[in-house]
């Protein structure tokens, strides 16, 4: 059986709580690249995502030619602006972001330069992508159903309420995974986690 992150991680990667809880999120490793802009229409998240995934496949396909198959993850992110409210009032284009997909514990740099020379021949994308590892220890998470865009409500009851309710502030990136495929699923049934690091 192929490692599956959704399987051995359900708590990360199968919330069934939509709205704010507690827990806490073990080391993990990504591929990682960064960038900043409009995720909807900004060319360079584009190319950042398309590349994240030629990564991927070319490491799992690496790996299973070597017994060690894996399922590839979801795609994730994390984002930031130098104005929190950029979120609250979706003002995309000043957002900034690091794309994620997790890597089972076994894959390392090695690895991520081997797909690099592979990926940089066959697919043309030459781009920094890079191994990183987080440990965000513990988290606030819901799993949002819905379009991307109706967030907010969401993030502010994590904020205005949540937190202040724990005696708790933010100590990290904003985190999400996307558990569907916007090409594929309606906007009003596409599930993404929400995650934020406390203290």
């Known amino acids: 059986m192929p490692y599956d992150l959704k399987k051995e991680l359900k708590q990360l990667y199968a919330p069934k709580n939509t709205d704010w809880a507690l827990l806490d999120v073990p080391e993990q490793r990504f591929l990682a ?3 900043r802009g409009n995720p909807n229409t900004a060319e360079a998240y584009r190319t950042a995502v398309e590349a994240l995934y030629a990564f991927a496949y070319t490491i799992k396909m690496t790996a299973k030619s070597r017994g060690e198959d894996f399922v590839v993850g979801p795609l ?3 984002w930031w602006a130098d104005d929190y409210a950029a ?6 284009d000043s957002w900034q972001w690091t794309m994620l997909i997790a890597q089972p514990p076994w894959i390392g740099e090695d690895a991520v330069e081997e797909a690099r020379e592979t990926v940089r021949r066959k697919k ?3 781009a920094p992508v ?3 590892k987080l440990h965000e220890g513990r988290c606030a998470q819901a799993l949002h159903i819905g379009s991307y865009d109706d967030e907010g409500p969401l993030l502010a009851r994590l904020h205005d309420e949540f937190l ?4 708790l502030e933010p100590a990290g990136l904003h985190h999400e995974v996307y558990l569907g495929d916007p090409r594929r699923v309606a906007p009003e049934k596409l599930k993404t986690v929400l995650r934020q690091p406390v203290s």
Do not use: S
């Open 33 to 35: 690249i960064d960038g």
């Open 76 to 78: 994730e992110g994390l």
């Open 87 to 92: 979120f609250t009032v979706r003002a995309k």
């Open 124 to 126: 043309k994308i030459d």
């Open 130 to 132: 890079r191994l990183e």
């Open 164 to 167: 202040t309710r724990q005696g």
